[in-house]
């Protein structure tokens, strides 16, 4: 009998229309609803390693389909397989030791569907007096999915439901209601069906409705007559078909949150440093009721931030990437210092500006890139707002650095950025190049925490010099220390309160490059010792030393290319990074419109005797080293008409478009009188031309660069 007991599990299964389907999976549950054991049936059987003993016990069988690879890892449970289609048939082991299931119904399987999960989380912060948005990175976002009544209905206990009842009839009939705030509830625990799990002489009534995502809406009038109904069939029947409307009552009687909804977590995502977060879910049954929580490492400990009551702050039939935007409120929660530990002699150039990493800048003195039929050299720019790489660099550049907790050290303790001109401004190599220190002051930015007397917290921003030292060309900047509280710079007073950097990263320069020839340029990074008279001088590392960003992430650091490096035999001299200057301003100037020998000129009317006259449109726009790109367009009268086929357009200042020719820098065109006016016989129009820069400092477009001109003209035939 033992052995009986402990043998594995024959299951045959047979389809109500005799015929086996295929694609199914056998999954055996435990008391606890835990997966004991999937297992794929073929050709209507399966076998079961599973002793008999454990399936004799209380034990639960469902058959559904299989999983897809992609939601290996998910937690399966019993309600899982049912929202998947999935059959819960009634079994029983015989003395063979086997399960028949005669009459399988045909199981409908569920379309996949990716939902694309998005939101951001940021704080208010009181920094040097005013109140400032921050986002809350390096954040542990909990994503769940909400499971409504439908699944569970036969389990709630029938007093449960009917307490509910009483107090919606009394909400009805009386529906003035206060409520207190409250904390937040905490973790949701599973409840014993049967039994509350919040004492309710605690809670009830201390729901708080501000700040919630639902509204307490008026319910119709048939919800309301099923409600007060005298029998409770109907009562019931009426909660369970309109329960989607009751989600905002449940918040002021938080003691039933447990017996209606499932709260099952299906990812944990970490927000960025911009407080964004997101997940790619797989969905069954088009069910996207979502809920988050979040946690925050404090002290090296994950603490719950924002736990907020289920029923309020779901996010009922969820509308795939729309944003779910979370204020933290937590004052344990301090400003975004997001980056994690750079371990290791390391030193990491972040970008110019807040977006132009090292790999997006061209580096190749040959690259070229095609621009509207024409060659472009674009050795130096970045592709930061054009894809084409075709972003020179002007205006005041920041070099922004990240040191390891390796730095500094004993032999490196300083550094400093060069610069060289390389070619000019129209690519030709320059002679004799010298290569100069790049000046100025550099500090870097940290917090000072302190609290007022009403436990608010409060941030007050401080700052360390980290130089120049020295003098002349004989200059290094001091590296920081990744530990504020052993940096030399940060007074004494100021480490026996809480202080954090404002970030890891720091400006580690600043020029304008208005300063500099226009040209290409190379900037490079040194690390440096100073001996015992004061001098600086330059040490050879190995490569891995110099790290970028990521091309793809650029809140990744990998090591820098061999191209990016000066190599001596074998170690790094410094990283070198070229850069294209050019701070060159746009040029934009409508001409006056030709008819014949005439030209609108001051008072813009030409008269015309013919439909088919020609017309002739003229502008310039330009840019002496082609860095820019244009947009024309002329209004008719009050713009109600269009000018059919347009005379409308954009591109590039470099060569001719489609619909206007550039010849000695002009760029004009041809066309009849009656495409222009179209159904007027006699029209005015307004020309507006706008020439956008390309140039960049790193982080936005200089539309200072720019330049614009407007005309008008009118076409009369009298």
């Known amino acids: 009998m033992a052995k009986k007991a402990n043998a594995p599990i024959k299951v045959n299964v047979k389809s109500v229309d005799g015929v086996p389907q295929k694609g199914l999976q056998f999954y055996l549950f435990g008391s606890k609803d835990e997966l004991l054991e999937s297992v794929p049936i073929k050709d209507g059987k399966a076998v079961l390693k599973t002793a008999a003993k454990t399936v004799r016990g209380k034990s639960r069988v ?9 939601f290996k890892g998910r937690q399966m449970s019993p309600l899982l397989i049912k929202k998947m289609g999935g059959y819960e048939p009634s079994i029983r082991v015989d003395l063979k030791n086997e399960i028949n299931i005669t ?48 699944w569970w209905w036969p389990l709630i206990p029938r007093p449960v439901i009917t307490d509910l009842a009483d107090k919606l009839k009394e909400f009805i009939l009386k529906p003035k209601v206060e409520i207190p705030p409250i904390p937040d509830p905490g973790p949701v625990i599973e409840p014993i069906p049967g039994r509350p799990i919040f004492p309710r002489n605690r809670l009830e009534g201390l729901a708080s409705m501000a700040g919630a995502k639902d509204e307490l809406v008026e319910l119709p009038e048939f919800v309301k007559k099923g409600i007060l109904s005298s029998s409770t069939a109907t009562v019931h029947n009426t909660i369970y078909k309109n329960f989607h409307l009751l989600h905002p009552y449940l918040c002021l009687w ?68 729309t944003d779910i935007n979370i204020n933290i409120t937590d004052p344990r929660v301090f400003p975004c210092d997001c980056e994690r530990q750079l371990e290791g002699e390391l030193v990491w150039f ?4 807040q977006h132009a990493t090292a790999l997006h800048i061209q580096q190749n003195d040959a690259s070229i890139v095609p621009v509207q039929g024409v060659n472009l050299r674009n050795v130096g720019c970045t592709d930061i707002h054009h894809s084409n790489q075709i972003n020179p660099f002007g205006s005041t550049l920041y070099f922004k650095l990240l040191f390891g907790d390796g730095l500094p050290k004993t032999g490196i303790t300083h550094y400093r950025w060069t610069r060289t001109q390389l070619k000019n401004a129209t690519l030709n190599n320059v002679l004799a190049a010298t290569t100069t220190v790049v000046k100025g002051a550099v500090n870097k930015h940290y917090f000072v925490i302190t609290t007022d007397t009403n436990g608010h917290m409060h941030f007050e921003t401080k700052s360390v010099t980290l130089g120049a030292e020295g003098s ?9 220390h990744w530990d504020i509280y052993n940096d030399p710079g940060v007074p004494a007073a100021h480490k026996a309160l809480t202080i954090q950097w404002t970030s890891p990263d720091f400006w580690s320069a600043a020029m304008n490059s208005k300063d500099l020839a226009d040209g290409l340029w190379r900037f490079d990074l040194e690390l440096l010792r100073r001996d015992s008279a004061g001098v600086f001088h330059v040490v050879d590392v190995p490569k891995q030393v110099f790290q970028v960003s990521d091309y793809n992430n650029s809140g990744n650091s990998v090591n820098a290319p061999d191209n990016y490096l000066n190599i001596q035999a074998g170690n790094a001299r410094n990283l070198e990074v070229k850069v294209r200057i050019d701070n060159n301003h746009c040029d934009a100037d409508i001409q006056d419109v030709e008819l014949g020998s005439s030209l609108s000129g001051r008072c813009g009317f030409l008269r015309y005797n013919d439909l088919n006259d020609p017309v002739k449109i003229s502008f310039i726009a330009s840019h002496v080293n082609n860095f ?10 009050n713009n109600t008409e269009a000018i059919t086929p347009t005379v409308n357009e954009s591109g590039y200042v470099i060569s001719s478009t489609p619909l206007y020719s550039l010849s000695g820098g002009v760029f004009s065109n041809t066309f009849p009188v009656s495409r222009l006016v ?22 936005e477009r200089l539309d200072q660069y720019d330049a614009a001109d407007t005309n008008a003209f009118a076409l009369s035939n009298t």
Do not use: M
């Open 472 to 480: 002349g060309e004989n200059i290094g900047y001091r590296i920081p």
């Open 254 to 321: 938080p003691w039933f949150w447990p017996y209606f909804y499932r709260c099952t977590e299906i990812a944990t995502a970490y927000s960025d440093c911009n407080g964004n977060f997101d997940f790619n879910y797989l969905n069954f049954t088009n069910d996207k009721d979502i809920y988050i929580w979040v946690e925050v490492n404090i002290n090296g400990e994950w603490v719950t931030v924002y736990r907020p009551p289920i029923p309020c702050y779901t996010y009922w039939d969820y509308d795939c990437g």
């Open 678 to 699: 179209g159904t007027c016989p006699q029209a005015a129009f307004a020309e507006r031309l706008r020439v956008y820069a390309l140039a960049t400092n790193g982080t």
């Open 103 to 150: 009459r399988l119904p045909k199981i409908i399987f569920p379309n996949w569907d990716w939902c694309l999960i998005t939101g951001a989380l940021s704080k208010s912060f009181n920094i040097d007096g005013e109140d400032q948005v921050l986002p809350v990175c390096d954040a542990r976002v909990h994503i769940c999915e909400i499971d409504r009544i439908r």
């Open 350 to 353: 972040r970008s110019i500006g």
């Open 62 to 70: 469902l058959i559904g389909p299989s999983l897809p690879k992609e």
């Open 628 to 637: 820019a790109t244009f947009g024309f367009s002329v209004v008719k009268g």
